[in-house]
DNA sequence: CCCGGAACCTGAAGGC
DNA sequence: TGCCTTCAGGTTCCGG
């Protein structure tokens, strides 16, 4: 499940492949995969020089003049590949760039999507801060929580809250921050907000060290697996001993998501337990 | 505004 | 063995 460290990932594979080149060609394998207009996807990226491959969240984007852009989503199962996968091919829509390379937009699910942007920055703006920005600090991400009585698990989910966490890793710096996911956002205190924000800026730093979490289709374009999912203390651990003091990890649903917990080390906090 | 829940999608996994 | 149901989760939309 690509979220910001495996996004961040590809972009950072695929910036040095596509730089100064162009699309020549926009193939729509399955035209389901359009957001937006069709004709304009297949048209509107041609042609106009590439000035960078940029991240938000966890949407790719290839900036082209002129302020547009060609926008991929991989949501759950998208991968962006330079070869054709021989197996299993599920292959939605072919990239081709002025110098040969070709992009093979691959999604078992269908749910991911690629749109052109007349404007880069009107995407950009829809998205709450970035976690490892200069402007996200820790006062930032107080105010953002305190305008919110969800369960703070739900709240790190909410792309405009903060853009880039999923499940995982949403996960991953609660545990290390000691937060049950239950716990209203709003009644977190600085402090627990400051471990929070330790602990979020950590997780995905070192799951970008790591290449990002191959727990499920991810991959690089090379078809490299990432690592950071064997650094994982409790994601997708159920029944395993917690790594910090041995209890039994638990898993609970959080707004319909999994979530994956040690019940000593994330003890609910006053009346966050109702479910 | 705030929040919960359904829908989208398909392969894997579980129940009977 | 096989059919059926549920689950996974990022995002968007709808309803209370």
Known sequence: MPELPEVETIR?????????????????????????DRERLQTGPIGRRITGVL??????VFALEGGKGLAVHLRMTGSLLLR??????RVRAVLVLSNGVHLYFNDVRRLGTLEFLDDVEALFGRLGPEPLSDEFTVDLLHAQL???????????????????????????????????????ARNLDISPVTSLWKALR????????????????????????????????VAHKKGEP?????????????????????????????????G
């Not at 594979?13 to 937006?36: K, N, Y």
């Not at 054709?84 to 091919?89: F, K, L, R």
């Not at 995905?204 to 727990?215: F, P, Q």
């Not at 959080?254 to 609910?268: H, I, L, T």
């Open 242 to 274: 917690c790594p910090s003091c041995g209890t039994t990890l638990q898993r609970m649903m959080v707004r319909k998501r999994g979530s994956y917990y040690c019940p000593a080390c994330q003890p609910p906090s006053g009346d966050n337990t109702g």
């Open 84 to 89: 054709e996968p021989d197996a299993g091919s």
């Open 202 to 233: 950590q997780v995905l730093t070192d799951a970008i060290a790591s290449k990002g979490a191959s727990v499920s289709t991810y991959a690089l374009p090379n078809g490299e697996h990432g690592t950071a999912h064997f650094g994982f203390n």
């Open 146 to 184: 305190s305008r919110h009585r969800i369960p703070v698990k739900a709240a790190l989910l909410d792309q405009q809250i903060v853009a880039g966490v999923g499940n995982m890793y949403a996960d991953e710096a609660l545990f290390l921050a000691r937060i049950h996911p239950m716990t209203p």
């Open 55 to 60: 991240r938000r969240g966890k949407h790719l």
């Open 12 to 36: 950072r594979a695929l910036e040095p492949l596509v730089l100064d080149e162009s699309f020549i060609a926009i193939r729509l394998v399955d035209p389901a995969i359009s957001r937006g």
